[in-house]
């Protein structure tokens, strides 16, 4: 018999530890394991996106599941199904027990393919079959599964066996809500860092009030006042400054629909001559809601300003949550690598990550239209013979052409594909996941100049939000 109260004694003094910890996965695997000590030899989460699909597992062992195994058609219906009230009848407490000796609920487990009555299922017994799991929600989205395996007394469960994971489970929920919202903060600072580099000449920063709380001194290159005269002055304030209504409307809009405006205008100040200026609204989200707003007003060319609004507007989606459930991750995907590989006339992509415990580039995913190759043939050492492992090490987008030598690049990849020129873009690169991509392109069609640079930024920024 399992005595909880000890148990929770122990847990109590673990959790300052665990609060120490600032990754999210030695968070939850410590209190995976603890939830295995009331009697379960596996504990699995599993953290879902609003398209049902699988984005990390995590167990309390060492063998987790790839997430490629747990993300096909099938099953992805079948956590829509899991996530719904089609699962109500078999609630236990704040779980959902699905006995596989039940013909019902062996249809869901098996997805539609076994419906013959298993001998060996009892009830009252635990068989190798059954589901049990718990749906973590935030604000009525479903974030993550919690599944139960393989009691240690072979028995089925019961709600007085439960009703302890709870706590447990609420704390999970805790745990990923913060990473969410951790999450966010340190995108929309990647994010302003990056649109900096644009050659902005002012940003405004406002809070939920419309209060300017944050502005840049190059406003007084525009508007006749000093920067800091303006901090916590309301944004109507800027009408003084005869700016047209259309900015105020623009602000408006981006307020209420939580999505990135523009609007380019002249303006004319008295004495001066007019100035061509684009404007880009990019709302702050915060848990769904409207926290403020980020405020751009560029002098650069207006064309070169609109070719970011596909990627912005793409940017501010993925932060404010609003992927759809008809369009899953891979599509998402998909749809990035069209884009960037029709933009640049990029060819020949592939897709790399390094695994944490081996000096190996492990190429994930290879798309072309003239060729036909299996991913795994383009799996290389992590070492400087890789231009993809260089961009990784240098953390920097990089591009190489035939005949240069200070980088060098796996060959025979490139008589494979016949390639000319190189370019290795990094995606995701901390302490945890390394993830880069590589095109080929002809020289002379492609060049890496800054605009371009730029806008691969960006897009290897909201890339990094669907792998």
């Known amino acids: 018999m399992i005595n909880y109260l000890e148990l929770f004694n122990y847990v109590q003094k673990e959790i300052k530890e665990i609060d120490r910890e600032k990754d999210h996965r030695i968070k939850i695997h410590k209190i995976l394991n603890f939830i295995s000590k009331t009697g379960w030899e596996r504990v699995i989460l599993k953290i879902i996106n609003k398209s049902y699909e699988v984005l990390e597992v995590i167990t ?5 599941l790839y997430i490629s195994a747990v993300n096909t058609k099938e099953l992805i219906k079948q956590r829509k199904i899991l996530t719904s009230n089609l699962v109500n009848k078999w609630a236990i407490g704040d779980f959902f027990y699905l006995p596989w000796y039940d013909s019902e609920a062996r249809k869901i487990i098996s997805n539609g393919l076994d419906s013959a009555v298993p001998v060996e299922a009892k009830k009252g017994l635990w068989h190798e079959n059954d589901l049990l799991y718990t749906i973590i929600r935030h604000e009525e989205e479903p974030i993550a599964l919690l599944i139960l395996d393989k009691p240690t007394d072979g028995q089925a469960p019961t709600i007085t066996k439960l009703n302890p994971i709870s706590i447990f489970k ?3 929920k805790e745990i990923l809500i913060n990473k969410r919202i951790i999450d966010n903060l340190v995108s929309y600072k990647n994010f302003i860092s990056t649109i900096f580099k644009i050659g902005t ?3 405004i920063e406002t809070n939920s009030a419309d209060n300017i709380v944050n502005i840049n001194r190059a406003i007084e290159n525009i508007f006749p006042v000093m920067s800091d005269k303006l901090i916590n002055k309301n944004i109507e304030f800027l009408r003084e400054f005869f700016l047209p209504e259309d900015f105020f409307l623009t602000f408006r809009k981006a307020k209420v629909t939580l999505k990135t405006q523009f609007s380019n205008f002249r303006y004319t100040r008295k004495g001066t ?3 061509d200026l684009s404007v880009i609204f990019l709302p702050k989200i915060y848990l769904d809601k409207y926290n403020g707003m980020y405020i751009f007003i560029c002098t650069t060319d207006v064309k070169f300003t609109s070719e970011l609004n596909m990627l912005i507007g793409n940017f501010v989606t993925v932060m404010g949550e609003r992927i759809t459930t008809k369009t899953s991750y891979e599509t998402r ?9 029709n933009k640049f006339n990029f060819k020949n992509m592939r897709l790399y990550e390094k695994k944490p415990d081996q000096d190996i580039l492990i190429c994930t995913h290879f798309q072309s239209e003239k060729y036909s190759y299996s991913s795994s043939e383009f799996n290389h050492p992590y070492n400087r013979n890789s231009l993809a492992a260089n961009a990784l090490l240098e953390n920097e987008i990089l591009i190489l052409e035939k005949g240069q030598t200070h980088i060098r690049d796996i060959r025979r990849f490139w008589d494979k594909l016949e390639t000319e020129a190189s370019i290795a873009i990094p995606i995701i690169n901390n302490e945890n996941r390394k993830v880069v991509v590589t095109f080929d392109y002809q020289p002379g069609i492609f060049n890496l ?5 730029l806008i691969i930024r960006f897009w290897a920024l909201i890339l990094s939000f669907f792998i």
């Open 60 to 64: 309390n062992s060492t063998n987790n």
């Open 333 to 341: 995907k998909d749809e990035l690598y069209k884009w960037i590989m």
């Open 449 to 453: 100049v800054p605009n371009n640079k």
């Open 201 to 203: 000449d002012i940003v």
């Open 170 to 172: 609420n704390y999970i």
């Open 273 to 275: 001559n007019p100035i």
